[in-house]
């Protein structure tokens, strides 16, 4: 069963450092969404992405962060100059099409920004 | 901002007996709602979904009762595996541009042998 995935799985930093979270979602996918948890936090939306662009974003996503999809496959996340509380759990996750509502998540990745 | 909320942190049942996790919600706007899985170092695993206009949706043992005039959802799951130990959450979807999903905090579900 196709599954997205995500590298690396553990990624820790300096404080200003930059980070790049890599996820490759399920190939027929359209909808890509980061997400993040903060320890013993919800799960809470960053930004989503559909054709090539931005269609919305959160507050957190600052312009420290960005996102890409450099080759059709890969979507990346972005973090310019990380802070400490940028530590967090952060999961990709893909969906297939407008009318269904399933979101698909990925393993997630453990930043430390230290 | 609490549009989704699980006020149950933890919840214990016996084996073979029925769990119940709850989730409240404000925004009437909200077109479906969906139960996630989450075990520790792993990301959430879909486990079932209902429309906002529907008042029930039923996969095998887990079955999603929605109730619109209360802004009230619950997870059923009949008979509880101490498999099914977990951490659930409850997420909304915005129909909007993103159709983002909006999470609860979370139940914590420990199913005893």
Known sequence: EPEVTQTPSHQVTQMGQEVILRCV????????YWYRQI???????????????????????DDQFSVERPDGSNFTLKIRSTKLEDSAM???ASKVGSLKETQYFGPGTRLLVL | DQQVKQNSP??????????ILNCDYTNSMFDYFLW?????????TFLISISSIKDKNEDGRFTVFL???AKHLSLHIVPSQPG?????????????SSYKLIFGSGTRLLVRP
Request: with cysteine; aromatic share 18%; proline share 6%.
């Open chain 1, 25 to 32: 979602p399920i190939s027929n996918h359209l909808y890509f």
């Open chain 2, 36 to 44: 996630y899985k989450k075990y520790p170092a792993e990301g959430p």
């Open chain 1, 90 to 92: 952060y999961f990709c």
């Open chain 2, 84 to 96: 099914d130990s977990a951490v659930y959450f409850c997420a909304a979807r915005v129909p909007d």
């Open chain 2, 67 to 69: 109730n619109k005039s």
């Open chain 2, 10 to 19: 933890s919840l214990s049942v016996q084996e073979g007996r029925i769990s």
């Open chain 1, 39 to 61: 320890l013993g936090q919800k799960v809470e939306f960053l930004v989503s992405f559909y054709n090539n662009e931005i269609s919305e974003k959160s507050e957190i996503f």
